[in-house]
């Protein structure tokens, strides 16, 4: 190699930033928390989609091309697809062989339950179910907006997609929520 090439070697090696795994852990590991628990609301273990996210992460860290402020983009979509495909790994699951409740029972806690934290309970299990009725693109936004309380620009660069974008397909997500929360109150309504 003669020094021209040496030169430009280095050069290369020093263009593309070396991002370490226990670096973006230390970083992000919170957020990776946050969207997995969040993003797969109560059909998916959140722990398991922290797994398998990392090992993407550990498998394809050497293949990302960004710097530091386009990594959070690009670990959010691998979080989004982990939890895709298990939401619908555990959809057919439980089209095939039914729920855990259904299969197993449900087994009573004997811990009690204040009656403020059960309020709080149902109207979160409600919250989930109507975000569970809703596509992914807008269960994904009405949680980064409304639960994680990101600001559009901040949901436009994780998504890549324009503010304008995020902020139409926010009120559409939010239509949506609503019409599907009316539905499940007129269920529980002709039910009881």
Same mark, same amino acid.
């Given at each position: 190699? #003669? ?6 070697? $280095?050069? %290369?090696? !020093? ?5 370490? +795994? ?14 997995? %628990?969040?993003? !797969? ?5 959140? %722990?398991?989609?922290?797994? *398998? ?10 293949? +990302? ?10 670990? +959010?979509?691998?979080?989004? #697809?982990?939890?895709?495909?298990? @939401? @619908?790994?555990?959809? +057919?699951? @439980?089209?095939?062989?039914? !729920? $855990?409740?259904?299969? $197993? ?7 009690? *339950?204040?009656? /403020? ?34 600001? /559009? ?15 139409? #397909?926010?009120? @559409? ?6 019409? %599907? ?10 039910? /009881?």
């Amino acid at each position: 190699m #003669n020094l021209a090439e040496g030169q430009r070697a $280095a050069g %290369a090696a !020093s263009a593309a930033p070396v991002l370490d +795994f226990d670096q973006v852990w230390r970083l992000h590991g919170r957020a990776l928390g946050r969207w997995a %628990a969040r993003l !797969s609301g109560t059909m998916v273990d959140a %722990a398991d989609v922290v797994q *398998d996210v990392l090992l993407v992460v550990h498998r394809r860290l050497p293949e +990302f091309q960004g710097d530091a402020e386009q990594l959070p983009g690009w670990l +959010f979509r691998i979080t989004e #697809n982990v939890v895709r495909q298990k @939401r @619908r790994r555990e959809k +057919f699951r @439980r089209w095939l062989g039914g !729920s $855990a409740e259904e299969v $197993a029972g449900e087994v009573p806690s004997g811990a009690p *339950d204040a009656e /403020g934290t059960l309020e709080a309970r149902q109207g979160l299990r409600r919250a989930q179910q109507v975000l569970e009725s809703l596509s992914e693109k807008h269960r994904t936004l009405i949680i980064l907006f409304e639960v994680e309380q990101l600001s /559009g620009q901040e949901i436009a660069d994780l998504l890549s997609m324009k503010v304008t974008t995020v902020w139409v #397909n926010l009120h @559409r997500a939010r239509q949506k929520f609503l019409a %599907a929360q009316r539905a499940l109150d007129a269920q529980e309504a002709a039910r /009881g």
